[in-house]
Structures are given as structure tokens and as C-alpha cells.
């Protein structure tokens, strides 16, 4: 069964509009963290954002915060008022429970923001 | 602090060539990860060294070994390369007493 799934395989938004990318996940253990990355055409990963399943509150980064919904099993990703430079691959990740060293990425959604 | 730095960027193999990915981190992070990207399957694991002198198989790693040379150093060894191999490797490293993990810049191989 997939661990972390990313349904939007593309998503469109315009240049200073919200945009939301969903992100579910599937997991027994209690303990366990979330992130998101970015991927630019450059090919660089680069962290965004981490949300602990025991973090009281949604995690912020700037524009980014994470929509973490505990009960659904979702850590969406919102990005605020977008800009041509977010246009990218956004990828989703799953550390489980205490072993801190295996990530799990979900296969991305390719965000283009538009003019 | 140049980060988590891999080199070669890109590299051509033929069927059957080795090859070793080198890796480096000057943040002096204890953890290091090879991954690697198979476009649309998003990144697998392929071994992780929780510390210097220790290396784990991660999900995938069939085809090649590691050696954690010392505290900054991490590297990938292709034994026998297999065009199943090309794909784009990814060198990490993980935030001491924190889950974040920080990536290199990658490899992209090709295996003719």
C-alpha cells in the first residue's frame, strides 16, 4: 500500500494566488514526521517545511504552511501568494514512527504558476 | 559551508562499467543517505550510515555498495552498472537530534 500519496499529478495557479497540494499518508505509528520538498527544473531538492505528528500547531515557513489534518491522515501544503518561481515539483515525505533515517516520498505534483 | 556536495553531475556508463559517486557534508551531520529518482516514482532510499563506520540497506539497494569513509564523506559504488541504474542519485544528510534531511545538488547517470 502506498505510504504517501500525492493525487494532483499538475496543478495551475496564477501569480499571487493561494495554491493547495495535497498530500495523504498512512502510517500505525504514533510518532512520526511530515515534510515537504521543492524541486525546481535545476534538479535541486530543497526543504520547505516539517510538521511533527505531535505539533500542537499547523507548521509555517514564510509562505508555506502545512494544512495537517491528524484524523484524515492529510499534511497539505499551502503556498500563499504565489509566484512565478514557485513553479516546481513538490514532494511530499513521511518519516515513521523513531527511525529517523528512512524517509518516504510520495511522486510529486508539478506546480506552474502562470502570469 | 558549501552544504552536502556530489560529484561527478553527470556521467555516461556503459553496460557492465563501475563507477563510484562521491559524496561530501561540512555541516558535520552523524547521518548520510544515496538516494535515488526514477522519474515519477518520486526519491527510494538505496543505503543510509546512521553514523561513521555503519551502513543500513535502505529500500532498494540491489546493485551497489557504500562506504562511510569518515564523518563528511559518503559514497556510492556502482560494482557493475546496468541501464536500470540510470536515473538521478541523490546525496543527503540529516540535521544532528532533528528528522530534517538536506540534499545535494545530484548525479544524473545514464547506463547504455
Known amino acids: 500500500a502506498q505510504k504517501i500519496t500525492q493525487t494532483q499529478p499538475g496543478m495551475f495557479v496564477q501569480e499571487k494566488e493561494a495554491v493547495t497540494l495535497d498530500c495523504t499518508y498512512d502510517?500505525?505509528?504514533?510518532?512520526?514526521?511530515l515534510f515537504w520538498y521543492k524541486q525546481p527544473s535545476s534538479g535541486e531538492m530543497i526543504f520547505l517545511i516539517y510538521q511533527g505528528s505531535y505539533d500542537q500547531q499547523n507548521a509555517t515557513e514564510g509562505r508555506y504552511s502545512l494544512n495537517f489534518q491528524k484524523a484524515r491522515k492529510s499534511a497539505n501544503l499551502v503556498i500563499s501568494a504565489s509566484q512565478l518561481g514557485d513553479s516546481a515539483m513538490y514532494f511530499c515525505?513521511?518519516?515513521?514512527?523513531?527511525?529517523?533515517?528512512?524517509?518516504?516520498f510520495g511522486t510529486g505534483t508539478r506546480l506552474q504558476v502562470f502570469p | 559551508n558549501a552544504g552536502v556536495t556530489q560529484t561527478p553531475k553527470f556521467q555516461v556508463l556503459k553496460t557492465g562499467q563501475s563507477m563510484t559517486l562521491q559524496c561530501a557534508q561540512d555541516m558535520n551531520h552523524n547521518s548520510m543517505y544515496w538516494y535515488r529518482q526514477d522519474p515519477g516514482m518520486g526519491l527510494r532510499l538505496i543505503y543510509y550510515s546512521a553514523s561513521e563506520g555503519t551502513t543500513d540497506k535502505g529500500e532498494v539497494p540491489n546493485g551497489y555498495n557504500v562506504s562511510r569513509l569518515n564523518k563528511r564523506e559518503f559514497s556510492l559504488r556502482l560494482e557493475s552498472a546496468a541501464p536500470s541504474q540510470t536515473s538521478v542519485y541523490f546525496c543527503?544528510?540529516?540535521?544532528?537530534?532533528?528528522?530534517?534531511?538536506?540534499f545535494g545538488p545530484g548525479t544524473r547517470l545514464t547506463v547504455l
Open positions: 543527503a544528510s540529516r540535521v544532528n537530534n532533528l528528522d530534517t534531511q538536506y
Open positions: 515525505a513521511m518519516r515513521e514512527g523513531g527511525d529517523t533515517d528512512k524517509l518516504i
Open positions: 502510517t500505525s505509528d504514533p510518532s512520526y514526521g
